[in-house]
């Protein structure tokens, strides 16, 4: 018998258009399926996926519960689901973790290899259930052991923005050391990641923001310059290799300016708008590689996972808030002035804090 025996409290959207309807429900709890394990959840870090996820639906459609990141402990195993060996260490044997273990989520389903992309990555929050509730059922081999060095809000906040910022960076941009990366937007969950990652590669990194404290707030992170977001196409900087933008039609078009001959562009997201004006003189006489990337596979996961114990990266927090606070948390956050990630508190976890100094 666990918790979830007596259903559980959980983040849903329906009912209402856009934001109006989310709320906080008590709905049946989720069993394991084949292959599945029952993860009772601490902390699930709020990505613009499930912005953009309540944004686009009109309250017609039946009730979802939101929600592609956590961190929490295996309190039940599906049939024939295999445990690991057990314990909170580096690597799991068998299909996944064993009853006990304290594991963070890969949020990404059915795609296991990172040259293998689907024509439309599938999270969870999606099509599965999210996990902004106090239980969430998932593949075994979605459970990962959590790096010692991260909290609780820490670790909740990681799997979206790492696999999206890893292969953003690496597998699509293909950076190497010393070169230099432009980020416009800095202050998402995702651009902080780049900028952590980028660093710890070895590149030199410029962001842009209209916030002077966003600004000031990478470079005390490690940017070598922050630029205001309106002054981009005029700033005098270094020929940039690789720009990684989430924000759309409001950078693109002058971040191509600032790349070398030869630079690359990579869009993971479209907060500003998806429609450019775009010069195709411009891309082939300078040689120009404009690519798309979404989130990222299982294979990038553990890669991005790896990747983060080895360099000690942490996840920006910008504030931890109780489950119960998620639908007005989400309105706050939908404006973009959060710092990093908000991050949802469970009933009856112990809160470890966790909003930034």
Known sequence: MTGADAGMLALVHGGAPGLDGLR??????????????????????????ELFTAERRDGSEPARILGADAVGRVVGLGPATRPGRGGDGPALGGDGPALG???LLDPTLNWPERARVPEHPDLLGGRAPGTFAEFVAVPAGNAHPVPAHLSGPEAGALGLAAVTAYRALFTVGELAADEHVLIPGIGSGVGLLALDLALAAGARVTVTSRSAEKRDFALARGAAAAVPSDELGGARL??????????????????LGTLRPGGR?????????????LSLRELFFRQLSLRGTSVGSAEEFRDALAFVREHGIRPVVDAVHPLEEAPAAMRASADGRTLGKTVFRM???????????
């Open 238 to 255: 270094p020929p940039v290799d690789l720009v990684v933008d989430t924000v759309g039609a409001a950078s693109v078009p002058a971040a």
């Open 101 to 103: 273990d304290r594991v």
């Open 24 to 49: 906080v429900a008590r709905v049946p709890a989720p069993e394991p399926a084949a292959g599945e394990v029952l993860l009772a959840v601490e902390y699930a870090g709020l990505n613009r996926h």
């Open 265 to 277: 562009v990579v869009t993971l997201g479209a907060t500003t708008g998806a429609e450019i004006r």
């Open 347 to 357: 009933p009856g976890t112990l809160d470890e804090g966790g909003e930034r100094p």
